[in-house]
């Protein structure tokens, strides 16, 4: 045998990634290529996540994310391309019970193993005050980025966060500015003496240093949502991509991710001309490690963006429930949902990393065990119906985790089994909300609440029938209706609860700052009008079944509520 054609192959894999290196960064007449990978929001989902899908017409259960299947496409990135980088843009923390029981501490772990280059603040960073976040920072083996945060009231936190990072990447500087919603204060508990100043100012401020210096691709690591992002790009020369986070927008094919039923909001990437004229790249990437984005980017030799391409991936498990069963391997059912994944040309089916599976179990361990632990006592059955079960105290608990929030709307699906009287558990109120709905606050008119609820029951009429008493579950605010009145008219005598504790009524052009499911915020039971207002809104990232055992745990005991939130009034 030749000796030459063993050489070759041992060299092969080698010049595999020379050449995937050199192609990386070298392109014709100077033209300048890197390779960047991103996630936001990841909201302490540390292990997968059941999400339903809608497969060929019917409703399949799958898996995705999860911080080993993320290492184990983030590996495969790095293996075309050495220098990927690979930014977060915000809210690290809050949302499961990951951060709840080990203070966000796992969570820069698992972000250190993966290997991130930098992140910005989300607002929920602020979730535990100013305190909790230097032993964060520490943590993290990547720098935290905000160029429009003022820390110098908190001198435990001044000196450890820089405006921008400038990154070597292939030969050339690029710039990476972190900015952060300067809506932080309304949608946190509490921000110390930290101040949130204008993003845009702020970044544009950045730029002009930075091309000074010569720079001139440069990338703004964002979280301020995906309307506020493109805001940013009309408003501030000099940005070549922005990197988002906050909105929780999921973006890409229609067509393509119709086929599972996903509907994004917006092609990935989303390409804008910037206050200068020139291209910009506007990117985010969903939402708990349901989706990594990746650009490739080719630059001019003066920092323009010529082109561009992008192969985003949502790492998907590789079991599928329908129906309640398990659908088996090789099956052809099995296979036309395969198939359906593959045809999006995003949904990917992804091995878990062993190494982040070990290092995950001693926390999911504790997790678990926590889940049967008992968090209250029921003095009574608390079985659902109008003004009565667990509804009512689902919606205080939700004014009581977002207090600066007036009134609660929960939708009636959103509660799923009763509470029977003795101990309950945490495991008991996974059951009762299951679908790790976070908490969105928004603002209405007094004229888009009343007809917020309006729609409601009349959508609750169409799906249960006209002797219905089948209402959403309400705190701070109280009405009555009338069922057989013409639609539109049903409601009657809404009155919101005062800063002083009286009821009053309605105001319908004041505002009113209302927290609902994220279910309710996206439209869900007839609640369009929320959906399309065009005040405030921000997903406070914090789950409702968090919300609801935390208040359970500082009651102690529970009962039905005897407050007639809502009088069904008798036919005219």
Known sequence: MSFAPLLFRSLRPWLLGLSLLLAACSSPSGRYQFRLVHMNDTHSHLEPVAVNLAIQGETVTAQLGGFARLKTVVDQMRAE??????????????????????????????????????????????????????????????????????????????????????????????????????TTPQTTMQVGGVVFNDAAEAVRKQVKALEAQGINKIIVLSHLGYQQDKELVAKVAGIDIVVGGHS?????????????????????????????????????????????????????????????????????????????????????????????????????????????????APYAQKVAAYRTVAIATAAEDLVRGLNRGPGPLAADSMLAAVPKAQVAILNYGGIRRDLLHGKISAGDLLEVMPFTNSLVLVDLSGAELLKSLEDTVAFMLVKFGSDTLNMPFVSGIRFSVQLTAPNGSRIECVQVRSDSGNFVPVEPAQRYRVVVNSFVAEGGDGFGVIKTAAGFKSDTGIIDSDAMQDYLQKLGTIRNTTEQRICVLPAN
């Open 248 to 360: 929780h927008t999921l973006m890409g094919d229609e067509s393509l991710l119709s086929k599972i039923g996903l509907l994004p909001e917006t092609v990935y990437p989303t390409e804008l001309k910037g206050a200068d004229g020139k291209r910009v790249l506007v990117l985010q990437a969903w939402q708990w490690g349901h989706f990594l984005g990746r650009l490739q980017a080719t630059f001019t030799p003066d920092g323009e963006v010529e082109q561009f391409s992008h192969n985003a991936v949502i790492p998907t498990g590789s079991t599928f429930v329908r129906n309640d069963q398990a659908i088996p391997p090789g099956t052809p059912a099995y296979q036309a949902i395969t198939a359906d994944l593959e045809r999006t040309g995003i949904a990917r089916i992804v091995a878990e990393d062993p190494q982040m599976v070990a290092m995950l």
């Open 81 to 182: 391309d050495r220098e990927l980088l690979f930014l977060h843009g915000g809210d690290v923390v809050q949302g499961t019970l990951y951060f709840t029981l080990f203070n966000g501490l796992p969570e820069f772990d698992f972000l250190n193993r993966l290997g991130l280059d930098a992140m910005t603040f989300g607002n929920h960073e602020f979730d535990r005050g100013p305190a909790a976040i230097p032993a964060w920072i520490k943590r993290s083996r990547f720098p935290w980025l905000s160029a429009n945060i003022d820390f110098s009231a908190e001198p435990a936190l001044a000196g450890l966060v820089k405006p921008y990072l400038i990154k070597e990447i292939h030969g050339e500087k690029i710039a990476i500015i972190g900015v952060t919603t300067e």
